[in-house]
């Protein structure tokens, strides 16, 4: 296949003029000069050959370089060339197909509207852009993102179709399982809490007279023991194969699993024998587990509800189910017991808190983050700020973190408040970036329940973009209890992929936790704050003043920077600054401040040093 040459060029036109003129002179000197012209003349066509051939020879090196697979049609939609990567996503070569209509590789799954839209469409624009099913050559059906242009010759008529599609199989397998993670437990495929909301929703919705739903919300007692004697991944092998048993002896009701150690079973009867049933679910799940050649006997403390008695909306009945799961706790553990208006008025403070806190969640403006900054305990250096979330009740005051984030872990209110916490320490940062502010790393607190609740990826990079911040800007801190928590599942990659894209990360209240060393190594961690534990009794007490040296040893081994929290008095910040610790955070710099008194106390060196 040649690329057009064109003969409109004077060198051509002279060559052919003079090309008569050899044959016709007779004088040999002009005949000379007339075929040099005519040699000129070729040799011009010849290089015009060449560069259109090696123009048409990079073009279609280009074509066959590109993972799309590109189909040239007639004007009857037949087949006249392929290129390599239509052969890899089919299977068809090209001696195979061309001369075959397109249409014949259609899957059967859209019908005859779908088709004449696409036809219509395309006569009347010139192109069409969509999603289609196809078939392989062996007859597997996948899914393709396909792009067609009409291509049309002088007189407007179309010649040809240039169809360029990529197989998208592996992009709707990557949507199906963000679909299925986003409403599956990992660990046991049973329902996650989201999903359960929906599915009590819609089974309220569609219950028929005479009917009720049994609620039962069950928590094992002692999984830590097991996990601690047997180790973690024993104590996942017990999760599911009590998730196992619950569902068979269940069948044909929701069973599924909020996290951590609870269940939850949702079964619609007609019969009235919801405390009989709560017993033998009690008496069958407290039956011996074979576990590693051990035989476990678990207990399990259940609260339980009976809709449309104790109530109609899915919302309501967790809470009361809630309720009566922590009241039966409680008493001792081992227990069940049934909700009933009594442990509403009991529980009424909390419950009422926690209405507040939703209702505070919505209207955004009782919440406040106020920002304590650190600093080098030498020099009183400025090298970052914290950010802390505060709740301005418009009756009972501030109200304690310590009070109200314990409700919104148990209420499932963590992931909309740490959205929050997000959402508005950027929109704070991107301010003061534009503000003239000192520009410093603001930390955030991740807890475990935003990990696996809700998307931190996502909702990091959204804000990000929306702001126009850079992830060095936003540093994360994870509590140990939060790494270890196998609600979130491994750690590990998605810290990983968190440093890579910028974000630097802390460990907060490094010491109190479970104080495991080994994910100091495999995980991807800049700083560990130490915990105000530690610091409170120094220089006087030897064994925080050996710990607070270790802890700063180690970590300089390590390459990692060490905060100390909590420092109050210059005699904890000489001994700091003594022992080598480059970051303090703590009264004797700064209390938590509002964004508007920080701006106010920056305020004044900022105007010195325009001044200067």
């Not at 929703?201 to 007279?209: D, E, G, K, N």
Request: net charge negative.
């Amino acid at each position: 296949m040649w690329l057009p040459i064109s003969l409109n060029r004077p060198l051509v036109w002279v060559a052919l003029a003079a090309l008569p003129a050899c044959i016709w002179l007779t004088d040999a000197m002009l005949r000379m000069v007339a075929a040099s012209l005519v040699i000129f003349g070729v040799w011009d066509v010849w290089r015009q050959v060449r560069q259109q051939r090696q123009r048409y020879q990079l073009s279609q090196s280009a074509i066959n370089l590109a993972s799309d697979a590109i189909v040239v049609c007639d004007a009857d939609n037949r087949i006249m060339a392929v290129n390599p990567a239509f052969t890899e996503i089919t299977g068809y070569n090209s001696q195979e197909i061309v001369g075959r209509k397109l249409e014949t590789l259609a899957a059967p799954r859209h019908d005859k509207a779908f088709y004449q839209n696409f036809w219509s469409t395309l006569k009347a624009t010139g192109r069409w852009e969509g999603e289609m099913w196809n078939h392989r050559k062996h007859g597997d059906e996948y899914p393709e993102w396909l792009k067609v242009r009409a291509v049309t010759d002088k007189q407007g008529n179309i010649s040809h179709f240039i169809s360029l599609f990529t197989d998208i199989s592996a992009q709707k397998a990557r949507e199906h399982d963000l679909r299925r993670i986003g409403y599956e437990d990992p660990l046991t495929g049973l329902p996650n809490r989201r999903r359960l909301h929906d599915l009590m929703t819609s089974r309220l919705r569609h219950l028929r007279a005479g009917e009720s739903l049994d609620i039962a919300l069950i928590d094992i007692d002692g999984l830590k023991s097991v996990n601690d004697s047997l180790g973690v991944e024993q104590g996942d092998r017990l999760l599911a194969r009590f998730a196992q048993r619950l569902a068979g002896y269940v069948a044909g009701s929701v069973v599924g699993r909020l996290g951590g150690d609870e269940f939850m079973v949702i079964r619609t009867t007609t019969f009235d024998d919801h405390d009989p049933w709560i017993v033998s679910l009690r008496e069958h799940m407290c039956r011996p587990f074979e576990v590693s050649d051990h035989l476990l006997r678990l207990g399990v403390t259940i609260g339980s509800c009976r809709a449309p008695e104790d109530g109609r909306d899915s919302g309501i009945l967790f809470q009361r189910l809630e309720s009566a799961l922590y009241s039966a706790k409680r008493l001792g553990r081992n227990h069940s017991l049934r909700f009933r208006p009594a442990l509403d008025k009991q529980d009424n403070p909390q419950l009422a808190l926690v209405s507040d806190l939703r209702a505070a969640l919505i209207s955004g403006d009782q919440l406040e983050l106020h920002y304590q900054t650190q600093h080098h305990p030498g020099t009183g250096e400025l090298l970052g700020m914290e950010a802390l979330l505060r709740w301005r009740h418009p009756l009972d005051g501030m109200i304690s973190p310590g009070d109200f984030i314990p409700l919104a872990e148990r209420h499932g209110l963590m992931a909309e408040l740490g959205s929050w916490v997000i959402e508005k320490a950027c929109a704070q940062q991107a301010h003061w970036q534009h503000s003239g502010m000192p520009k410093l790393i603001i930390w955030i607190n991740i807890s475990a329940l935003q990990l696996f609740q809700g998307d931190l990826e996502t909702q990091l990079n959204t804000c990000l973009k929306r702001y126009q911040l850079e992830p060095s800007q936003i540093g994360l801190e994870l509590t140990e209890s939060v790494l270890l928590d196998e609600r979130a599942g491994d750690m590990g990659p998605r810290l990983k992929t968190l440093s890579e894209q910028g974000y630097a990360i802390a460990i907060d209240d490094f010491g109190t936790g479970y104080s495991s060393l080994g994910y100091l190594k495999r995980l991807p961690v800049d700083k560990i704050k130490l915990d105000r534990a530690f610091i409170r009794e120094l220089p006087n007490s030897k064994a925080d003043a050996a710990i607070v040296k270790a802890v700063l040893a180690m970590a300089a081994g390590m390459g990692l920077d060490v905060i100390a929290e909590g420092v109050e008095t210059q005699e904890q910040c000489q001994f700091l600054v003594d022992a080598g610790c480059t970051i303090v955070q703590g009264f004797y710099f700064a209390r938590p401040l509002p964004a508007a008194e920080l701006e106010q106390r920056w305020a004044p060196p900022l105007l010195a040093a325009a001044a200067v």
